[in-house]
């Protein structure tokens, strides 16, 4: 098992619902550790080039529609197979899918407002990081 870092998105619905520290919670449970964080209200374009991977798929105008209608949390977390150990944290993108006890069973909506966004791979975790986090924003523990 090797450290790593992901990127993780608390969504506009998660922050509307005052659940980031709930959220946070989860994280550090798992041995997740914050090693970086910043509340932004996304403009169209920061949207649109964050998700620029789904540019071509019929969902894509929704998400960025969703994704501008409030702030959210975006936060670096660091620890043993951080990728894929919050993606277990997410549960299923559609949270009627998501298992029992997953951020999206128990917070999300549908699969537009669905709570939290987590990084899929090493290569897109660290070009989403370096998206919203110049490297010296990152304090490594
Ligand atoms: P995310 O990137 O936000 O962590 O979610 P994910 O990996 O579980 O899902 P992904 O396939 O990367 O899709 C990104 C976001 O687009 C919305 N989506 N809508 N209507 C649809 O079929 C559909 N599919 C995806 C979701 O909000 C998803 O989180
Ligand atoms: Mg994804």
Redo the contacts with the bound molecule.
Sequence with gaps: MAVERTLS?I?PDAVAKNVIGEIYARFEKAGLKVIAARMIHLSRNDAEGF?A??KT????K??VD??ITGPVMVTVLEGESAILKN?EL?G???PKKADKGTI?ADFAQ?????A?????APETAKVEIGYFFPEHQVYSR
């Design positions: 998105i969504k998700y991977v789904h798929r019929p969902f894509f929704d998400l969703f994704m993606r997410m299923a993108t559609d999206r549908s699969i537009d407002a669905n939290v966004h987590g990084s899929d």
